[in-house]
């Protein structure tokens, strides 16, 4: 009787792809931290690297591979000396790679707060790089061959470009304002209009401010009509200091009344009381010249009578963090000698940007095209539609089938508080997910996409699409040479 053949009986050899699993890796089987720097792609990395970053790296590797082979989750696949250097190089591009980055800035909102605000003009670039790639006269005098102070490095561009008798300058502006109210005010009173006591981001209070400067705050009026009556009543013999702060980041409209520097400072100086104003926004320049709303200048608080007026650097002026002082020598060398005044003070870096941008508002004919938030502000409309519609296919492309993109017409702002209730009429496109079902999980996934590709795109969500405002992309490519990754991030 034949032999029954095994193969039919017990059935055919299994296949490879039938094969059992291989078993997990063990403990035993990872390779120790000198055989892993040993291996010859990560002596590559320690060349270029050095060991001790590498070194670490790599212990931490074997540490979180450690972890899955006692969970007895590690395939023995992850321990080839191939995935092994590859998941160290990741490590080390992970580490090194900077927290802060570059994004592209599609919300509609120029100079945005959480996006680094102004953006520096190329002069300003150059004379960084210049300054601080070497030594420089921070606080030498090359005429003297003594001492200098580092204030000279910008007191007669803003003295100049402001008409004040002198000026000074802090890392922002809020320190200014701390600092100024601290020199001319501390242990007294200072009166200021309670329509003006106002909150900027991140929770900093007008009235803690005053209260963090040691001076005592006076509230007179009401928040929507303050009269001269009120600071005249108001005015005691405690009384170091009268305020006017410009309400940049908000706006009350409807029956209001409020007193002008000018009126304010007969006030205040019939008293032999100084008046200080804090414009925040910063504008250098008449605005409505460029077609733009109108902001105060501190050339016109000066002119109307104030002794001291603060602005920022990096809003409307265009230029690095800085708070700006500008008024009289008495009052501005009062605020110079001040102690806080050096815990306050700018260092090299944003006092080199702020000299480079000072210095284009001396060619008032070029500004428009050499300060890039100028530049933006002004940007035509046009223009800006015509990048609207070379972005719109390739995106399309890009998100077919799951999304559809159009041009719309949009509705910009300045931002960081400056004009709050102004827009800017601007175009961009519009993304919504063809799928009405879970828009919002779609609309959030694509915004998450758009974050994750290397150079970062930021636009916002409303009415149930992704807005992309198109007026800071001057030009389509740093967007239209990424989009190929966006398929896959969206997977």
Known sequence: MPVPDESVVHGSPASPSQAAPAAPATVQDLPSVDRLLRAEPNRALIAEHGHSLVAGEA???????????????LPRAELAPEALA???????????????RAVINLTGTVIHTNLGRALLPEAALA??????????????????????DRDSVVEGLL???????????????AAAVLLCIAALARGREVIVSRG?????????????????????LVEVGTTNRTHPHDYERAIGEHTAL?????????????FTSAVDEATLAGIAHARGLP??????????????????????????????????????????????????????????????RFPMKRALRMSKLPLAALEATLMLYLRPERLARD????????????DIEATAAALLAPLQAALAPRYLVERVALQGQIGSGSLPIERLPSAGLAIAPVEKKGSGRALDALAAALRALPLPVIGRIADDRLLLDLRCLEQPEPLTAQLAALPALLN
């Open 159 to 173: 003295c100049e470009l402001t008409g004040a008798e002198a000026a000074t300058v802090v890392n922002n502006n």
């Open 127 to 148: 004379h960084l790089q210049a300054m601080m790639a070497g030594p420089n006269n921070l606080e030498y005098d090359l005429a003297s061959g003594g001492r200098g």
């Open 59 to 73: 212990r931490a590797l074997l540490d979180g591979l450690r972890m899955q082979a006692l969970a007895q989750q």
């Open 371 to 382: 300060l890039p938030t100028l530049r933006l502000l002004t940007r035509p409309l046009t």
């Open 242 to 254: 009268l305020m006017k702060i410009h309400t940049s980041n908000y706006a009350v409209q409807g």
């Open 86 to 100: 590859r998941r160290l190089r990741q490590r080390l591009d992970q580490r090194l790679a900077p927290r802060m």
């Open 275 to 336: 008046l200080a104003s804090d414009l925040g926004s910063g504008a250098l320049i008449d605005m409505s010249a460029y077609g733009l709303p109108r902001e105060p200048t501190p050339q016109e608080m000066l002119r109307a009578g104030c002794d001291v007026v603060t602005f920022s650097g990096d809003k409307l002026l265009g230029g690095p963090q800085a708070g700006l002082i500008v008024g009289t020598r008495e009052a501005v060398d009062r605020i110079r």
């Open 196 to 216: 003006e006591l106002v909150e900027i981001g991140g929770a900093f209070r007008m009235p803690d401010v005053m209260e963090s400067a040691g001076a005592r």
